[in-house]
C-alpha cells in the first residue's frame, strides 16, 4: 500500500463519526486494562477507545509518516506510542485491537498468532474488517485491501488457539447501499458526499435494524476472540 492510498482510506473515513462511536460502543466491554491498538494510523480512534475500564492504551503504527502525526496529537498521560509493529513490544496486553487494519496484512494468521503471544491469559483480540469477498472492489485494492471476510473466514484467520467469543456483522444499511454501489452504480470509490449521507443516515438506521436482524448481515465484520486461561 503506497502512502497516497493508505492517506486516502484515512482522510475519506476521517470524519465518520458516527460510525466510530457505533463500533466502539459494540466492543466497549472487551477494551479494558492495557490495551493495544495496532495499526493505529493517525491515532484518530484513541478517545474511543479511552473508556473508563482502560488503564493505559498503546498506539502502535509502522509507518512514520503516519506516527509522526500521530505524535503530534495530544493524548492523555495513560496513552503510548510505538513506531513499529506488534512485534517490536515486549508488552502484553489485556485487549489487542485491529481497526479495519488486518485486511491490510498479506499474512494475517501470522498477524494473529503474535496478537496471541501478546495478549495476557484471559485476554481479548478484536478486529474490525471489511465484510463479504463478493464486495471486493477496485476501491479495496486501490487501499492496500489484502481481502474481505465473512465470518468463517475470519475465524479461520485467527490463531486456532483462540477462542470464540462473538463474531457479527455490523452496519446492515450500509451493506445494501455497498451492493446498489457495486451492481449500479459502480463508483471506484466512495465520493465525499456518500461518506456523509452513509455516516449521517445509514449508519443511525443499522444501528437501529441490526439487533433485529441478530447481528448477521453488514458490510463490516466484528469478531472477538479470547486467549484462555491456563
Known amino acids: 500500500m503506497t502512502e497516497d492510498q493508505s492517506d486516502f482510506e484515512l482522510t475519506l473515513f476521517a470524519h465518520a463519526v458516527n460510525w466510530k462511536k457505533y463500533w466502539a460502543t459494540s466492543i466497549a466491554k472487551y477494551v479494558y486494562g492495557s490495551v493495544a491498538e495496532v495499526g493505529a494510523g ?39 506510542k510505538l513506531n513499529g509493529i ?16 488486518l485486511e491490510h496484512i498479506e499474512d494475517d494468521g501470522d498477524e494473529t498468532s503474535c496478537a496471541y503471544d501478546h495478549l495476557t491469559n ?15 472492489s477496485p476501491f479495496d485494492q486501490a487501499v492496500g485491501h489484502h481481502r474481505r471476510y465473512t465470518r468463517a473466514s475470519l475465524r479461520a484467520s485467527v490463531d486456532s488457539r483462540l477462542e470464540t467469543v462473538s463474531e457479527i456483522y455490523l452496519d446492515s444499511v450500509g451493506l445494501l447501499a455497498s451492493l446498489a454501489n ?45 486467549k484462555p486461561e491456563f
Open 122 to 136: 484471559g485476554g481479548h483480540l478484536v478486529i474490525l474488517s471489511p465484510a463479504w469477498p463478493f464486495l471486493y
Open 42 to 80: 493517525i491515532g484518530s480512534n484513541a478517545q474511543l477507545l479511552l473508556n473508563r475500564q482502560v488503564d493505559e492504551l498503546m498506539l502502535i503504527e509502522p509507518r512514520e509518516e503516519l506516527f509522526s502525526q500521530l505524535s503530534a496529537r495530544e493524548y492523555p498521560q495513560r496513552v503510548g
Open 86 to 101: 506488534l512485534k517490536d513490544s515486549h508488552r502484553y496486553f489485556d485487549t489487542i485491537l485491529y481497526i479495519d487494519v
Open 182 to 226: 457495486k451492481l449500479l452504480l459502480r463508483a471506484s470509490a466512495p465520493s465525499d458526499a456518500q461518506v456523509k449521507l452513509w455516516d449521517g443516515l445509514m449508519v443511525r438506521m443499522s444501528a437501529m435494524l441490526d439487533p433485529m436482524l441478530c447481528y448477521t448481515a453488514g458490510k463490516t465484520v466484528v469478531g472477538v476472540y479470547r
